[in-house]
């Protein structure tokens, strides 16, 4: 049994990815990887030793046929249960050039270079493939057509993308109508950060219509701000969205206990909602679930809306 670090991390982990994102604006990729803004090369031969740093990058791998070329994935990689069955001691977070390439890669998937991972495998001739994290949907797609480019999985990559697009169609459209626009708030951990809708979490949101209170914070906060108890009840958002219930236990009972926030319109009226912390977090095909969950979330709060 191979052991994992406390889910906690993963907060620390999805605020440096999002810094190197921005970052990423300004500057050109590294030399030694592949970016997923760029068009990705199609290998000669596919990549047959593939090591995943990126739990979402993992879920995608598997999704496009790849999965049976991966040899190590990181130590949050936890899905689909076939990549439980991998080695898993690698950090995506600090990595470790000396013990990736004891696995001997032909390829390595990082999600978001903030170390410099890709120049360092450079010079020891590994390959490597960059995906950040995503802004937009339309950046899950393109990352599944690039990752289907460079594993030799083209085909399987744009079925997933258009299955997941016809998915999504269906559930936008299916969506209830409104009297006003809903107001939600998205909680990472319980410090209260949150994600605004500069992030992919965002948009999912907001292709149901919904206002993010978390738009209203201003400074530097890569879009992921930290909120307080005042602002949030102040807010008195519409839904409570909670991905936070497995690293940190949260429950609609405890957000109920928190002094002053039996006032909120969410509370009040039952629509704090529990998400997999994992499905709410990571940007590849189970987007569709994450969606279908917030537009379930969004009838039953319709039926409330005043």
Not at 22 to 40: E, K, L, V
Not at 172 to 184: H, I, K, M, N, Y
Request: aromatic letters at 6%.
């Amino acid at each position: 049994m191979h052991s994992r670090p406390p889910q906690r991390r993963r907060l620390g982990i999805v605020l440096a990815v999002a810094a190197a994102l921005t970052a990423a604006c300004g500057s050109d990729s590294p030399d030694g990887a592949a970016s997923a803004d760029a068009a990705a090369a199609v290998p000669a031969d596919a990549p047959q030793r593939i090591v995943s740093l990126s739990p979402t990058h993992t879920e995608m791998l598997f999704a496009i046929g790849a999965g049976e070329q991966l040899v190590a994935v990181d130590e949050f990689s936890d899905y689909p249960a076939e990549a439980l069955e991998l080695p898993n001691e690698l950090s995506g977070f600090e990595p470790n050039v000396e013990a990736i390439a004891a696995y001997e890669p032909d390829l390595v998937v990082i999600g978001g270079d903030f170390t410099g991972l890709g120049d360092q495998l450079a010079t020891i001739d590994i390959d490597s493939w960059d995906g950040p994290a995503a802004v937009t949907i339309e950046d899950t797609y393109k990352q599944l057509e690039q990752l289907g480019a460079v594993t030799g999985h083209e085909e399987d990559a744009a079925a997933i993308v258009s299955d997941m697009k016809t998915q999504i169609a269906e559930i936008v459209a299916d969506a209830p109508e409104t009297d006003r626009p809903l107001t939600f708030y998205h909680e990472l951990d319980d410090t209260l950060y949150s994600a605004d809708s500069t992030t992919f979490i965002g948009d999912v949101y907001g292709m149901l219509g919904l206002q993010n209170i978390a738009d209203r914070i201003e400074g530097d906060h890569f879009g992921f701000p930290q909120l307080n108890a005042e602002f949030l009840v102040s807010a008195d958002p519409d839904l409570i969205f909670l991905a936070d219930t497995k690293c940190c236990g949260v429950t609609a009972e405890t957000v109920a206990g928190r002094p002053g926030w039996d006032t909120i319109a969410a509370v009040r009226n039952g629509h704090v909602i529990p998400m997999d912390d994992d499905v709410a977090s990571r940007w590849g095909p189970r987007i569709v679930d994450y969606l279908a969950a917030v537009a379930a979330a969004v009838g039953q709060a319709a039926a409330t809306a005043t």
